[in-house]
């Protein structure tokens, strides 16, 4: 195989939940295309990956310094939907029943992979909780071990405070589940089902 190709495909196969056969495919596929898709796509990526940045309060990814979730005022209802990344906010959104405002927190505590509280975005949750007038979170984390162990550590970082009431979501979400895997109506019923933490 041709060294640039196979690099491309390992490239390819390196991105979440794309194997070597699912890479191999794609390139290929791009490559014998005679429609001018590649061109766009890497025209794209470029526009994309310079345009498209965290938002500096909620770290929801936009293409300026505060996201449509932080200057919607309708959103700024009390509650706080603690996530770990962008894929679980288009979740919810998908689902249209959640009407609060998000935090990205970029991943959850795990001693396998060497992720440590510095290396979740969690410093300005006590700023926000006090600003944005926060009275609930609402933990939609992955229903791991890690998980729980990151919804606590956060509990512990936020501190006793009498105004929040801290929820997760309810049962539906499996053991070990990932909100991506999850059909509208179970985390629908999930979160309006959310219980007390």
Not at 116 to 135: H, M, S
Not at 148 to 171: P, Q, R, W
Request: charged share 20%; proline share 4%.
């Amino acid at each position: 195989m041709n060294p640039k190709i196979e690099k491309l495909i390992k490239m390819f196969a390196r991105l979440p939940r794309v194997g070597n056969r699912a890479a191999t495919r794609i390139v290929l596929s791009l490559l014998a295309d005679k429609t001018g898709k590649a061109a766009q796509l890497s025209d794209m990526l470029m526009d994309v990956s310079n345009a498209i940045r965290p938002c500096q309060n909620c770290g929801v990814l936009t293409d300026s310094d505060t996201c449509e979730f932080c200057r919607d005022a309708s959103r700024q209802n009390g509650t706080l939907c603690i996530v770990r990344d962008m894929s679980d906010v288009w979740v919810f959104e998908k689902t249209s029943v959640f009407h609060g405002r998000y935090h990205i927190i970029g991943g959850v505590l795990s001693g396998v992979s060497g992720t440590t509280p510095a290396d979740l975005n969690i410093q300005n949750l006590p700023n926000r909780i006090k600003n944005e007038n926060i009275n609930e979170i609402i933990f939609a984390l992955p229903n791991t071990i890690e998980g729980k162990t990151t919804a606590n550590y956060i509990m512990s970082v936020i501190g006793d405070n009498a105004n929040i009431t801290f929820t997760e979501l309810a049962s539906g979400v499996p053991l070990g589940g990932d909100l991506d895997y999850i059909d509208d109506g179970t985390l629908t019923l999930a979160l309006k089902g959310r219980k007390k933490l």
